[in-house]
């Protein structure tokens, strides 16, 4: 995984993190994470920056922490309706060919297998398909001795 994916990784499981919080705290009847919860995520980034070996990675990982506590400051991270959650998912299969369109769509609506996580930088999911073709006929002796 390159230095920008991590980065981009990081920033998504901050986000997914303040999702979390916006949720938990919609469920006890507010709209958006509570300042001191959105500081506390905020402050655990910066901790995880610092120790981050090389100067650009610290630069790119605080600058991604800063900006996700300004959204989250701003209200503009929440948990999303899962229905349109699961509609974005199955967007993103809108961009391949036809054939593998609907493998993806297979995909994304759990068939097959699926491991990793965002944490470890991504979500690989696979699915097999078998299709039946023309049995492989066996070489002539002539093709057979043109391959020798």
Same mark, same amino acid.
């Given at each position: 995984?390159?230095?920008?994916?991590?980065?981009?990784?990081?920033?998504?499981?901050?986000?997914?993190?303040? $999702?979390? /919080?916006? %949720?938990?705290?919609?469920? *006890?009847? =507010?709209?958006? @994470?509570?300042?001191?919860? +959105?500081? #506390?995520?905020?402050?655990?980034?910066?901790?995880?920056?610092?120790?981050?070996?090389?100067?650009?990675?610290?630069?790119?990982?605080?600058?991604?922490?800063?900006? $996700?506590? /300004?959204? %989250?400051?701003?209200?503009? *991270?929440? =948990?999303?309706? @899962?229905?349109?959650?699961? +509609?974005? #998912?199955?967007?993103?299969?809108?961009?391949?060919?036809?054939?593998?369109?609907?493998?993806?769509?297979?995909?994304?609506?759990?068939?097959?297998?699926?491991?990793?996580?965002? /944490?470890?930088?991504?979500?690989?999911?696979?699915?097999?398909?078998?299709?039946?073709?023309?049995? +492989?006929? #066996?070489?002539?002796?002539?093709?057979?001795?043109?391959?020798?």
């Amino acid at each position: 995984m390159n230095r920008r994916s991590a980065s981009c990784s990081r920033v998504r499981w901050t986000l997914l993190v303040l $999702a979390a /919080a916006a %949720a938990s705290t919609a469920a *006890l009847g =507010a709209d958006k @994470p509570t300042a001191a919860q +959105a500081r #506390a995520v905020f402050e655990r980034e910066v901790a995880v920056c610092q120790g981050k070996p090389s100067n650009e990675d610290r630069a790119s990982c605080l600058r991604d922490a800063n900006a $996700a506590h /300004a959204e %989250a400051r701003r209200g503009g *991270l929440t =948990a999303g309706d @899962p229905a349109q959650l699961a +509609a974005n #998912a199955l967007r993103r299969c809108d961009a391949l060919p036809e054939a593998d369109r609907k493998d993806c769509v297979a995909r994304i609506q759990g068939q097959g297998t699926t491991s990793g996580s965002v /944490a470890e930088g991504g979500i690989y999911r696979e699915l097999v398909t078998r299709e039946p073709g023309q049995a +492989a006929s #066996a070489p002539t002796p002539a093709a057979a001795a043109a391959t020798k």
